[in-house]
């Protein structure tokens, strides 16, 4: 498809157990980006990947989140024994380039994480 | 501390009207502002950027403002359809380099 993919779009967990969210980018797409919405609320930066740099790993709430992006295309936000604050969409975004070079991010249509 | 707000009460507005939605920051020099439009249940979709050195932008029925002395950019929907009916973000971009985004208004236009 055109657009970023991402998978589940819906999932229940129960609390303590491990979730993984799965983002593919738009192809030829250098940086991703990933965000959390909460109810009402608006989108909190988590992690954000560039190319072949370190992440910026800056916004990830706990130690129980991490992410990793393979071969520079597909990424993974893993989340371990989930707790009920964890549940919001999780949102992934692509551009083209990075931020300070240009600055639309194309985002998906999320993956809802319900933690009961 | 560093803030984006955006106006959390929804905004009811006659079809043809103008729209008008406001972003106000303090404590950010970004070097551009984004509009982004999301409907329920779907992810944001890029709708205009606005550089520091640029005071207005304009894309169809869109207008965007950006004053970095009152810290602030109006979003402007000219001749409202019941069709913009959706949230607007706006995002900036902070000095660490990345995009952070208010917590949207919800526009609703009335045929």
């Known amino acids: 498809g055109a657009g970023v993919s991402q998978s589940p779009s819906n999932k229940v967990t129960e609390k303590g157990k491990d979730v993984e969210l799965r983002c593919d980018p738009i192809?030829?797409?250098?940086?991703l980006y990933w965000y959390r919405q909460s109810l009402g609320q608006g989108l909190e930066f988590l992690i954000y990947?560039?190319?072949?740099?370190?992440?910026?790993k800056s916004g990830l709430p706990s130690d129980r989140f991490s992410a990793e992006r393979t071969g520079g295309s597909v990424s993974t936000l893993t989340i371990q024994r989930t707790q009920q604050e964890d549940s919001a969409v999780y949102l992934c975004?692509?551009?083209?380039?990075?931020?300070?070079?240009?600055?639309?991010?194309?985002f998906g249509e999320g993956s809802r994480l319900t933690v009961l | 501390s560093q803030k984006i707000e955006q106006n959390s009460e929804a905004l009811n507005i006659q079809e043809g009207k103008t729209a008008t939605l406001t972003c106000n920051y303090t404590n950010y020099s970004p070097a551009y502002l984004q509009w982004y439009r999301q409907d329920p249940g779907r992810g944001p979709v890029f709708l205009l950027l606005?550089?520091?050195?640029?005071k207005e932008k304009r894309k169809e029925r869109l207008k965007v403002t950006f004053d970095t002395t009152l810290k602030q950019s109006l979003f402007h929907i000219t001749a409202s359809q019941p069709a913009d009916s959706a949230t607007y973000l706006c995002a900036l971009l902070n000095q660490g380099g990345k995009l952070i985004f208010g917590q949207g208004t919800e526009l609703s236009v009335k045929p």
């Open positions: 606005i550089r520091e050195n640029e």
């Open positions: 192809s030829g797409h250098t940086a």
């Open positions: 990947f560039q190319g072949n740099s370190a992440p910026d």
């Open positions: 975004a692509s551009s083209l380039e990075g931020l300070r070079v240009s600055g639309e991010l194309f």
